[in-house]
């Protein structure tokens, strides 16, 4: 079974739209996170979840709105899509202040 | 915020060479971290370090915590082609509840048959 998993792996959408990604993890770890990974590869944190309380907001634009209904599942919602917000997006996560696992990543291509 | 450098940027080398990267912070971290990642998927830890001297293997992979807790270093014996894809350091940040894995830009590994 996946440990943590995000749907959906491809998006392409058009400027403008608003798009959801979710994940789920079935560690029964506390901790979920939000990552962006740019086309040059650096993995930069957007947001931290600890029991479906917001901890780290790292001055992401306010487009982008993560909703955490359990401690399994922490979903990104992005609105106004722009072209710089194409990108990988990845899901991970950790039981408390520990090594984290990583989702297989969302490839989000906004035209 | 804390920033890790890692080196070096890509390595290119032949099937059954050793290899080794390394990752410098200018602050002191508790725990290193190294991720591998397969292109098209996400990272996956190889490696946690969690002591100053610490060496730690995994297959042909070995870590070491630096004694500094500046740095760490990863090396991997007799490299084979599945061996192929970017590694990276993480550490931990952390204020009260505030945790980050922060990452190194990442070493690109290719190994030609």
């Known amino acids: 079974d996946t440990a943590v998993s995000q749907t959906p792996k491809y998006l392409v959408t058009q400027m403008g739209n608003d798009k959801s990604i979710k994940c789920e993890q079935n560690l029964g770890h506390d901790t979920m996170y939000w990552y962006k990974q740019d086309s040059k590869k650096f993995l930069k944190i957007m947001f931290s979840y600890n029991n479906k309380e917001l901890i780290i907001n790292e001055t992401v634009p306010n487009r982008f709105s993560p909703k955490s209904p359990d401690k399994a599942h922490l979903n990104l919602h992005i609105n106004s899509l722009e072209l710089g917000d194409s990108a990988v997006y990845f899901c991970?996560?950790?039981?408390?202040?520990?090594?984290?696992?990583f989702g297989q990543g969302t490839r989000l291509t906004v035209v | 915020g804390q920033q890790l450098n890692q080196s070096p940027q890509s390595m290119f080398i032949q099937e059954g060479e050793d290899v080794s990267m390394n990752c410098t912070s200018s602050?002191?971290?508790?725990?290193w971290l190294w991720y591998k990642q397969d292109p098209g998927e996400g990272p996956v830890l190889l490696i946690a370090l969690y002591k100053a001297g610490e060496l730690t293997s995994n297959g042909r992979l070995t870590a070491q915590f630096g004694i500094t807790r500046k740095d760490s270093f990863l090396n991997i014996s007799a490299s084979i082609p599945s061996d192929v894809g970017i590694y990276f350091c993480?550490?931990?940040?952390?204020?009260?509840?505030?945790?980050?894995?922060?990452f190194g830009k990442g070493t690109l590994l290719t190994v030609n048959p």
């Open positions: 993480a550490g931990p940040q952390s204020g009260g509840s505030n945790y980050k894995l922060t």
């Open positions: 602050s002191i971290f508790n725990t």
């Open positions: 991970a996560s950790s039981q408390g202040q520990t090594k984290a696992f």
